[in-house]
């Protein structure tokens, strides 16, 4: 008999699988994103996302677990409320998708991740809290070294290239750049602690575009 595993995670994707059957992708503390199948309609409630549940299944076919049975502990219902809450979830969800796999350990991810899916409440905060998420992942994830000064000498950085800060002088046209004000909000979103201190600061639909490329281009 295969060994049962119980863990707590946070469920990203629901995909659909011959007939009734469906496949989901969870994020979770000590196995980083496994796959569960889902077999039967009785276990259908737990495949809405984005819940956070303790999560009981066996070893399946490859890297494909098979879900037995489940807790829902936080259906984080509040993201249903408004588009733009369940939108940045999803933006979350999918950089997730992209970065992690099976096996790779992150409590302080994951516990970032549980964090801001809960933090979602404030109509204005949606953009603001999406490119601080995607700068802590890339900085977690070992992809991002931000510094006040380039990295090739000692100018003021204005310019990220493939992780790096740079000047005008040592970047190619792969790099992403941001104005002194841009540059401020970057080392704010990444060094603060306190949600309080990242509501507060205003992230222009320019500036989330720029981070969101700047993701994108550093994976």
Known sequence: MNEQKTEEGVLLQTIPYLRDQRIIKVFTETHGLISLLVPKKSLHFLTDPFLIGEWIYEKGKNDLYRL??????????????????????????????KTQYPEKKGKDLYRLVTVYLKKLKNPLFPTTLLASFRLKLLLHDGLLAFERKC????????????????????????SVAFSPAEWEILETLLTVRQFQQIEKTEVSEVLGRKIKNLFESSL
Do not use: M, P, W, Y
């Not at 509040?78 to 950089?95: K, N, V, W």
């Not at 000498?153 to 046209?173: F, P, Q, T």
């Open 68 to 97: 037995i049975d489940g807790t829902v502990t936080d259906s984080l219902s509040h993201l249903r409320i408004e588009f733009s809450f369940l939108q940045a979830a999803g933006e979350i969800a999918q950089d997730l998708l």
């Open 151 to 174: 990295n090739q000498c000692d100018k003021k950085a204005s310019l990220i290239e493939r992780g790096e800060s740079l000047c005008e002088e040592h970047v190619s046209l792969d």
